[in-house]
């Protein structure tokens, strides 16, 4: 039985303690918030109507059997401590209609669709049955639209099923490893490194609008989709094919689930406890030490559940390891509003904007050409409405409101949050956005909460406020550190960020340290 110090009580840590516990290990979590589950965070607000609650972290679950995969590893199920619900639709895209945009003047299968009159936006529902989107795009944009979707998902399910069995569920801990893996002469083909997600997109979608749906799934890694890799693909048919999920109460409800499964299986958590190094004399992991205390915690093994930036700059300094972390992901800034009465939106909805390359063009700036990042005037943005009685009194909606943004910081490739005045500049400036795009709730605002990346960084360590660490890319930080007994989990290290790779990263990590 080996004594492991878990750093960090995000979905990452929180598993893998779960993990390591149910196989014999003295396990001791460390948090340094009052509360356990990480960017999984949770917000509520009492009113005279009465109290809303806000998830401000993660709002859909897919693959639902990592989740079940890891309550019976731990010897429980999932549906004692969950309940899942489908969505249907998983996201409702609303496309900008402008002139010049191809379909919504006589496009084929335009005509006559809800939404399409007078040049007014295009709306498509994405759903977990494959025949069923594709016809759904059928019916939107025409035949040629839904031929060459079907298209591009028999590429995405090539590339899906080769990172499901060489990747996502194994270490990768250089590119060496990427080079030894077994792949196919087929799956090269289909992965085809180098090529762009933008590329893939364009070499076989048509229409330009399934490309921007095609290009958001690079959001889903904190990466702009001119640089994220085709790989990517392989996050919308995760997505399509097995499904999108609600968790009932919202999805904060998993971090208390998992928390119930480490206390059952003898984990010992501390809350309000921040870890400020990682002891490795000698050149290997002895334990850590605490903020305020006298004598450092032993340990055999150190599992940090932080972002990897965190780990190689402060906790176990090594230089050598920062060049790799210097491409950092997006960050989000986020509304949380109380509305009153019934907006007849779906669960998630997203409302594209005209120009989308101007979005990534500020959230990222261009650093070489010394044009720095700023607030898009004209983002993206993402609504989500839970019609669950849970989260919101009667008669009202709590509302999710999330847009793209440049981290925290005052380099090219960032933006000073804390600037005075801003975050409630560019509250407004969305609002005004979500207006002009037939979404009007300023006169319906019982109250809003600005979230900026700023405040991201505060409440989670997360440096900068960047979601997932580094930008989405193949390669990612190591789950294996460099010194013997220190391992890295959670969604800045491999296989990257979401909620399903978070927890894969944690059986990667469980079985990397092995049973007692």
Same mark, same amino acid.
């Given at each position: ?149 079907? &298209? ?22 250089? @590119? ?7 792949? &196919?002469?087929?799956? =090269? ?46 996050? @919308?048919?995760?997505? =399509? ?75 176990? @300094? ?18 949380? =509003? ?30 070489? &050409? ?133 927890? =894969? ?12």
């Amino acid at each position: 039985m080996s004594r492991i110090v878990v750093v960090g009580a995000g979905v990452g840590g929180l598993a893998t303690a779960a993990r390591l516990a149910a196989t014999g290990h003295e396990v001791t979590l460390f948090e340094r918030a009052e509360t356990v589950g990480g960017k999984l965070g949770r917000y509520s607000r009492d009113t005279p109507a009465g109290t809303f609650h806000f998830d401000t972290g993660p709002s859909l679950l897919t693959l639902p059997q990592v989740f079940t995969d890891l309550f019976l590893d731990t010897g429980a199920k999932l549906d004692e401590y969950l309940d899942l619900v489908p969505l249907d639709p998983i996201v409702r895209h609303h496309f900008p209609a402008y002139a010049g945009f191809p379909g919504n003047s006589g496009f084929p299968g335009n005509a006559g669709f809800p939404g399409n009159a007078g040049g007014a936006a295009t709306v498509l529902d994405s759903c977990a049955e494959p025949e069923t989107f594709a016809a759904r795009i059928g019916a939107v944009f025409g035949p040629e639209a839904e031929a060459d979707w079907e &298209r591009l998902w028999r590429r995405a399910g090539r590339i899906w099923h080769a990172a499901w069995r060489d990747i996502l569920r194994n270490s990768v801990d250089s @590119p060496l490893d990427l080079a030894r893996l077994a792949w &196919r002469l087929g799956d =090269l083909a289909a992965i085809r490194p180098g090529q762009s997600l933008r590329g893939l997109g364009r070499s076989h979608l048509r229409d330009p609008r399934l490309r921007m749906l095609l290009d958001r799934y690079a959001t889903y890694t904190g990466a702009d989709p001119r640089r994220a890799p085709a790989a990517l693909a392989a996050v @919308p048919y995760a997505e =399509l094919a097995f499904g999108g999920w609600y968790l009932r109460g919202g999805l904060g409800a998993l971090a208390d689930a998992l928390l119930s499964r480490c206390l059952d299986l003898g984990v010992v958590v501390q809350t309000g406890t921040t870890v400020t190094g990682v002891n490795a004399a000698g050149g290997r992991v002895h334990g850590v030490r605490l903020a305020g205390a006298t004598a450092p915690v032993p340990a055999d093994v150190v599992v940090a559940n932080v972002d990897a930036l965190t780990v190689y700059r402060d906790l176990l @300094p090594r230089p050598d390891r920062l060049a790799g972390l210097a491409d950092r992901s997006l960050a989000g800034f986020v509304l949380l =509003l109380g509305v009153r009465g019934s907006s007849g939106l779906a669960h998630h909805n997203v409302f594209f904007p005209s120009d989308y390359d101007a979005e990534f063009d500020a959230v990222f700036g261009d650093p070489g &050409r010394g044009v720095p990042a700023r607030p898009a005037p004209d983002p993206t943005v993402f609504v989500t409405v839970a019609d669950d009685p849970a989260v919101r009194p009667a008669g009202h909606e709590s509302w999710f409101v999330l847009v793209n943004a440049a981290r925290q910081g005052r380099s090219l490739t960032s933006v000073d949050w804390r600037r005075p005045g801003l975050a409630q500049a560019y509250a407004d400036r969305i609002l005004d956005v979500l207006a002009a795009r037939g979404v009007d709730v300023r006169d319906r605002l019982l109250f809003q909460e600005v979230r900026t990346p700023a405040d991201l960084a505060t409440a989670t360590g997360t440096p900068g406020g960047a979601i997932y660490g580094t930008a989405g890319g193949m390669l990612r930080p190591a789950n294996r550190g460099p010194v013997p007994g220190l391992f890295l989990v959670g969604g800045s290290t491999h296989p990257g960020g979401g909620l399903p790779m978070v927890t =894969l990263s944690a059986q990667i990590v469980a079985a990397r340290i092995g049973a007692a």
